[in-house]
């Protein structure tokens, strides 16, 4: 009985500690970045505070993903409008998430990332988080013509 009451009292004050941040779950410390942990809110968005609880990151996205996935030091990030884009390891928000799709860096270039827009356009990102082709090509033109775009880009 003593069990079930510690127990009772436990979950007590931790749904009273969540319920006191706004937030729905806190994950692991260090999970993500060093001395961070992935929060989300009630209402299902996620951001990050440090090992203090202050806000590094505001809990606006829909999805992070892992930091190194995309970029060694980027984190792949949705918007609750189902856009991406990228933050950094402190925090900086690198692609403002208006792409409706990012392909990983490679696939056409090493140092450029194929990025869709939301009029399902595409062009290319480079590994400073600059769009260095902008999103007016057509998928078919990209794969016919990639040589002339990256010549014609490139050049700049």
Request: no cysteine; proline share 2%.
């Amino acid at each position: 009985m003593r069990s079930k009451i510690l127990l009772f009292l436990f979950m007590a004050m931790s749904f009273s500690a969540l319920a006191q941040t706004g937030y729905k779950k806190v994950y692991k410390l260090n999970e993500y970045n060093k001395d961070w942990s992935l929060v989300k809110t009630i209402s299902n968005t996620y951001g990050f505070i440090d090992k203090n609880g202050k806000v590094i990151v505001q809990p606006i996205y829909s999805k992070i993903e892992k930091f190194g996935e995309y970029n060694k030091d980027w984190a792949l990030v949705k918007s609750i409008s189902d856009t991406y884009g990228f933050i950094d390891k402190n925090g900086k928000v690198i692609v403002e998430p208006i792409y409706s799709k990012i392909e990983k860096f490679g696939e056409y270039n090493k140092d450029w990332a194929l990025v869709k827009s939301r009029s399902d356009a595409y062009g290319f990102i480079n590994k400073n988080g600059k769009e260095i082709v902008p999103t007016t090509y057509k998928m078919d033109e990209i794969k016919k013509n990639f040589k002339e775009i990256y010549k014609k880009h490139n050049a700049k």
